[in-house]
């Protein structure tokens, strides 16, 4: 029962007696009433008749307040509400109950006027939608069969409907059919819908049904159907050699200069009238939509995969070796499977062999003022941000192992903080990461991964190519002999060399040479300097100083990037070629591998195969949602950002995902073939049309 409103609350009160009960001291007038429902019946029959407007009722009459013919009506379900539901008529009917006798108007001096009324005649019974829709239909349905009949002679081919529109009212005809057997609308309409359209979608077909018969039954003849009536034009962009003239133009652009307005202007002033000798007007909505056929898209520019340099062909030779290298390892090492990656899949090891874990490595930057880009805004308010990035902290090394995340044990982590700047803790080198390997990194994986092999991946940065001090490196070395002193930043390590006639002989690159001197009073004076051999005597002490191709002596360097097999160019590039220098490797090679462990590099330009690149991305989301522009905010709150974003769950799924790339790179040789391979079991499945799932022609 719905509550009651304020007049009627005013009204209760003031029909409150000294007991605290309410007294309804409305004394019904039967004449009042009869004379009433006398006005709402005859009102009644000019609707359904349809033979007199209907009379304007005054708001202020008593006969709006006290409406009441008896009768129930339900609230229609389209249109506009005619003031007839169930619900409003009982309200009136209790408001009319609760008026006080000072409220009748008889109080006021009104007095009713009689009316005749046939008392004898019976109330008329109010029509529901089912009943009148089944009147209409069979008032129309001679009208129906007119248009279903089959056209036998071409003479009057054009007096009844084409065969679509046939169907439609066939459609129409079935639902009606439905209907006079006793089916409700809904089931009519489906029924209708599984006969005459078996291949079409059952859940849109019978609400077109529906809305057909709705038509029909209205103004007894449906609307013509245009679809298939526009003119049918064959653009000129469907040209191949306007498609690739657009094409090249695009591409010799850059992106940031893209527009569908640029292209326009091209179209226009050199396409157009090189074909018709005008100059011509394409709409941007036709361009935009050749562009997309064409696999241009308008969107951000997001980090996925960078195809500027990843199919460049030593990018690819040098992928393919790895990834097969990579598909081995994966042979021995574990992978997890679940919702949350709490199921441990071992690997069937032969005999003697030793389980292998990969540990990959990255460091990252955090901003001050790195905060979210993308409020929720009024209209009008423009939220002013910092300028700048502000200080940042750097999170320079992070390894990681599937197994655990960041590694940790008793205090110690494989994590490190480090604050970059000439004015604060200097720049991070080679030389901080070997001893952050040999003192944390390496000790902790043995300690977390007892009797395993780590596999230990790095991408392809400055640093992690960098040779240590001692490296036999020849670009570090001159030609002929200079002084040196153990102050000085290269001091070359002692290598052993196996000459051509089998010998193998220890080789020094220093010396010490003694020079007797008289100072100025002709004092002898004995000194002793010690010298770097040079490129030219190390050669001649291995027998293996030659002369160019032309005979003439060799130079330092032919500055030529590309030596050929040979390398007999130059002095510096002949001893790189040999042996000794050619197997050096780079100082966190050299540390990783004395620890007895694999070093790996991953390919350029390959950043999806590193799941550390989607810690550091989740880190950040977490970063930028707790940023308040301080400095020291930002130092206190890393750790928990890291910590949260480190979740094993997390990073096992972000290392299952990379695996899938490299596994697809082992086996596809173009970059977009493993995309698409690997978004079959990355993408959703989406069930309804209005999404678009993942493009196979990615």
Known sequence: MPGLNKRQLAIRKRARDNEGKITHAVEENPEDWEICQADTEELLRNVENNTNLVPEVNPLDINAVLFDNGLSYKRPRKGNYDMKSATTIWRRQKEAQKVHPSGKLNSFGFTAVPQEINTKEKKKKEVGSHEKELIKIKYLYSTLIEYTKPTMNKKYENSHVNAYNRARYLSIQLYCNFRLEGFLKIESAKKAAYHLWPNCSKHYRYQVILNWSAEFLDKKILSDHCQGAHVKRVSFLNDNDVKLRIIEKIKTTLPQYRSIDNVLKFIGDEIVPSLLGVTGNVCATTLANYLYEWGYSYRKNEKAIFFDGHERPDVVEYREKWSKRMVEYMERSEFYEGEQQEKVMEPVLEHGAKKIVFVTHDESTFYANDGKRNFWLIEGENYIRKKGQGSSCHEPDEFQCPCHGTMKYGGRTSRVMFKAGGDREGWWTYKH??????????????????????????????????????????????????????????????????????????????????????????????????????????????????????????????????????????ARHFL??????????????????????????????????????????????????????????????????????????????????????????????????????????????????????FKENF
């Not at 709150?637 to 490299?662: H, S, T, V, W």
Request: proline share 2%; aromatic share 12%.
């Open 433 to 570: 990461m070997v001893a952050q390997l040999k003192d944390d990194v390496i000790e902790l994986f043995h300690l977390l991964h007892p009797g395993c092999t780590a596999v230990f991946l790095f991408d392809n940065s400055s640093n992690h190519s960098a040779y240590a001090d001692d490296a036999l490196v020849a670009s570090r070395m001159t030609l002929n002999e200079k002084i040196s002193t153990v102050q000085d930043k290269y001091q070359f390590r002692d290598t052993s060399v196996k000459l051509s006639n089998g010998k193998i002989i220890q080789q020094s690159f220093y010396y010490e040479k003694t020079e007797t001197l008289r100072n100025r009073k002709g004092k002898s004076i004995v000194r002793k300097e010690r010298y770097f051999k040079g490129i030219k005597k190390i050669l001649e002490e291995r027998n293996q100083w030659l002369n160019d191709l032309e005979g003439n002596e060799w130079k330092l360097d032919c500055k030529n990037p590309y030596p050929g097999r040979a390398s007999v160019c130059c």
């Open 576 to 693: 790189e070629s040999r042996p000794d220098f050619k197997s050096q490797t780079t100082a966190l090679q050299e540390t990783v591998e004395e620890a007895g462990h694999i070093f790996e590099l991953y390919p350029k330009y390959h950043c999806e195969t590193n799941w550390i690149e989607m810690y550091w991305g989740g880190a950040k989301h977490e970063a930028r949602l707790h940023c308040d522009y301080t400095f020291k905010s930002l130092e206190a709150k890393i750790p928990d950002f890291l910590d949260k974003a480190g979740e094993i769950k997390r990073i096992r799924r972000y290392f299952q995902r990379c695996m899938n790339y490299i596994e697809a790179y082992s086996q596809c040789s173009d970059g977009r073939e493993v995309v698409c391979d690997v978004y079959k079991f990355i993408s959703k499945s989406y069930l309804s049309h209005r999404k678009v799932a």
